[in-house]
């Protein structure tokens, strides 16, 4: 019987492109399953100190679903540092504004908040109409 631990190299990370139609998936759910994937915990050969997920294409953002309370009730919020830097945005105004801008802030939200939670929001692409330029990476729909 063989007792060792296998751990992952960088060297043997095998990386796959997939694509998700964020059509009428609500946002939450469709956040929490593209970050499982950009992570690599949908693999057997999961390292939590290695970047070892897969690139996630995610087309339609503008066709994302969200409850109508949340389109008003929830705020992005920043501060440039400066006096009076203070700036608010609704969930609403924002999808309408930059709608692949509400799914990337939802999926970094669901990372690690250091240098590889970095690392892994870079393989995430998002598009809000149907096309995307990655037809020559031969994206697989994520099941």
Do not use: C
């Not at 992952?8 to 998700?20: A, D, F, P, T």
């Not at 009730?73 to 709608?99: C, F, N, V």
């Not at 240098?115 to 994206?139: D, F, I, M, S």
């Amino acid at each position: 019987m063989n007792s060792k631990t296998y751990t992952l190299k960088g060297s043997e990370i095998e990386r796959r492109w997939y694509v998700v139609d964020a059509t009428d998936e609500t946002l939450g759910r469709l956040a929490s399953r593209v970050a499982r994937v950009l992570e690599g915990k949908h693999k057997p050969t999961f390292t939590p100190n290695l970047d070892s997920g897969d690139h996630v294409i995610i087309v339609n953002a503008a066709k994302v679903a969200v409850s109508r309370d949340k389109l008003e009730s929830k705020l992005y919020r920043r501060h440039s540092g400066y006096p009076m830097g203070y700036k608010e945005e609704t969930l609403g105004h924002l999808l309408a504004r930059r709608p692949e801008e509400v799914i990337r802030r939802a999926v970094k939200g669901m990372l690690q908040h250091n240098k590889l939670g970095t690392q892994q929001l870079r393989k995430l692409k998002v598009y809000a109409g149907p096309e995307h330029p990655h037809e020559a990476q031969k994206p697989e729909p994520l099941g």
